[in-house]
Structures are given as structure tokens and as C-alpha cells.
């Protein structure tokens, strides 16, 4: 039930966070919702309930499931390296994010030609037929 509750509280900062506009607050939402799904895996492995997966001679009913552990080991190094990624673009990145304000309409990259124009440097084509070539 507490890992229920705390899968659900990271989830919930995780997307207040990524629903934010700046960057650094999207990054530490990113690695709130890493830290939920670790918590599910983790929980998955049943280790509450069991005894460790090595060093023990119990039989192989009563002993956690290695896997989920080995899953949670790869997720925090991907979760790490995602991190570090993010975190610099966030500082490369400066001011200038490509985010706009409500309202603001971004500039139109190509104008459009009204419609009674005519396209220029065209040459007619020409309407002979094509001889084939005889040998």
C-alpha cells in the first residue's frame, strides 16, 4: 500500500512538472516519473514477501525474482544518461526555447502568391509530338 501511494504521488509531481513550460522543471519531471516506474518494477519482484535471490539455500518458491531487479539496475542507468542528455539541451538551449506565449501566432515561413498570378520563367511547352527514333 506505500508503494502504492508513493508510485502514485511521483506520478502525479511528474506530470504537474511536465505540464510546465520551462525546461528544468520538465527535466526533474522526467526523472520523477523514472523513479515511479523503478517503484512498480520493484514491486513487481515481490521482495517484501520473499527472501533474497542468492546465498540462501531456501527452494526456489520462497526466494524474489532476480529479474525485476535487473530491470530496475538498466532503467536507472538509461534514466541517468536520458538525464544528463536533457539537462544539456536545457543548458544549451538559453532563453530562446522555441516556446511561445498564448495568443502569439508564429510568422507565416512562406508567403503565399495571390491567385491571379502567373508563375514566372516558364516556357511554354512545346506541342509537336515526339518522332521516335528508326534504325
Known amino acids: 500500500m506505500t508503494v502504492a501511494i508513493a508510485v502514485g504521488l511521483l506520478t502525479a509531481g511528474a506530470v504537474y512538472l511536465l505540464m510546465k513550460r520551462e525546461m528544468l522543471r520538465v527535466v526533474l519531471g522526467f526523472i520523477l516519473l523514472g523513479h515511479a516506474g523503478n517503484l512498480v518494477l520493484i514491486s513487481a519482484g515481490g521482495t517484501h514477501q520473499r527472501t533474497e535471490p542468492f546465498g540462501t ?6 526466494v524474489a525474482d532476480p529479474l525485476p531487479q535487473a530491470f530496475v539496475l538498466t532503467a536507472i542507468v538509461i534514466a541517468f544518461a536520458i ?11 538559453g532563453e530562446n526555447d522555441d516556446t511561445r506565449g498564448e495568443g502569439e501566432v508564429p ?11 502567373e508563375p514566372k ?4 511547352i512545346d506541342e509537336e509530338p515526339i ?3 528508326r534504325r
Open 83 to 93: 538525464t544528463i542528455f536533457m539537462l544539456v539541451l536545457a543548458v544549451t538551449g
Open 57 to 62: 539455500a531456501a527452494d526456489a518458491s520462497a
Open 131 to 133: 518522332e521516335e527514333v
Open 107 to 117: 510568422p507565416d515561413p512562406l508567403p503565399e502568391e495571390p491567385n491571379d498570378a
Open 121 to 124: 520563367d516558364e516556357k511554354p
